[in-house]
């Protein structure tokens, strides 16, 4: 035994040793194929003008509830769809005799590749809005409200190329119907027909640019058309609306904080096609700016102005001026989730 241990130890090339077994390569992050998420959320606040009148000054704190949710796939080879919906519902606490504000909005759209950039597909939204409304020539303000609801469902099938993941160019066209109740001057029933063209430029994270148009062509049922006094014609009113809208979204993103200031500018122009009442050039501007810590904690800002532009349109049948009109809003807006996030 002692000779064989010498012979080894003198072995110019002894055998090598094997090598140690490779560690388990870490297990693939395993994606489920579909992503849902449900979300309630309240709030309470102040609101001025409940009922969103030139007329009536009244105001009051409320109460919000708020019902999100989301639904996708996320495996989007050759196919990919998207389903959101929110209801809302806000209850004015000092105002009683204002009925209760409702908000439902559903989105659902589905895409599928036939070319390696191109993707066709058909989305379809329903709108419902039931909101207080008063007019002094038909309610008394110091009673009660008057019910407001505002229906809006489209059918749009669309195409889409996506070059890279940095632009993306959409072209759709479909049909609109809109739908109110509660008002008593005239109906405001009316089927759309819609052509829009959208383009996305986001280079990266930070920067998001966005461009769009969209020309409509709605025809009402019996809303009739109007001289500029105002005055009723017999024939019912048609209007074309071309609409451009411009937005820019900067993102800077810290290691706790991630701060977003969003710009957007609107033009609106409405065309009638007879009687000229309904002729206006809108433009709006919209700037928002929120602040999100720890992904939780966020502060939102955000303001509204917009002006009227008509052509003819004249201030009252006994007023022959040119009727002005301005509009603007402001909201800020604190949310801290009281509860920690749970999945399933």
Request: proline letters at 6%; zero cysteines.
């Amino acid at each position: 035994p002692d000779d064989l241990v010498s012979a080894k130890r003198s072995d110019p090339n002894p055998p090598a040793l094997p090598p140690d077994p490779a560690p388990p390569s870490p297990k693939p992050m395993e994606i489920p194929d579909w992503f849902f998420r449900l979300q309630v959320t309240g709030a309470i606040g102040y609101q001025e003008n409940l009922l969103r009148s030139a007329f009536s000054n009244l105001d009051s704190a409320l109460v919000r509830g708020e019902l999100d949710f989301q639904l996708l796939n996320t495996h989007r080879e050759d196919d990919r769809m998207m389903m959101l919906g929110r209801y809302t519902r806000t209850h004015f606490l000092d105002e009683p005799s204002v009925r209760d504000e409702d908000l439902v909005f559903m989105l659902g759209q589905y895409d599928h590749r036939v070319r390696d950039d191109w993707w066709f597909g058909i989305a379809s939204s329903y709108f419902s809005a039931h909101q207080p409304f008063d007019d002094p020539e038909f309610i008394d303000l110091d009673g009660a409200s008057a019910p407001l609801r505002f229906r809006q469902f489209s059918l749009a099938p669309q195409i889409t190329w996506e070059p890279s993941d940095h632009h993306a160019l959409v072209l759709s066209g479909g049909y609109r119907h809109e739908e109110t109740e509660g008002l008593d001057i005239e109906n405001q029933d009316n089927d759309q027909w819609f052509l829009s063209l959208g383009y996305t430029f986001e280079p990266n994270n930070a920067h998001r640019f966005r461009f769009s148009y969209q020309y409509t062509n709605a025809t009402y049922d019996e809303r009739s058309a109007r001289e500029p006094s105002g005055e009723f014609l017999a024939e019912e009113l048609e209007l074309s609306t071309h609409e451009w809208e411009a937005t820019y979204r900067r993102t800077w993103q810290m290691e706790r904080f991630r701060w977003r200031a969003e710009a957007r500018l609107r033009l609106v122009m409405d065309e009638d096609d007879l009687g000229g009442y309904d002729e206006s050039l809108r433009v709006e501007a919209r700037g928002r700016f929120s602040l999100r810590h720890d992904n939780r904690t966020e502060m939102r800002a955000e303001l509204r102005y917009g002006q009227y532009f008509y052509d003819s349109r004249q201030v009252s049948l006994t007023d022959s001026g040119r009727r002005e009109r301005s509009y603007w809003t402001g909201a800020l807006t604190l949310e801290h989730p009281l509860n920690r996030r749970t999945s399933l």
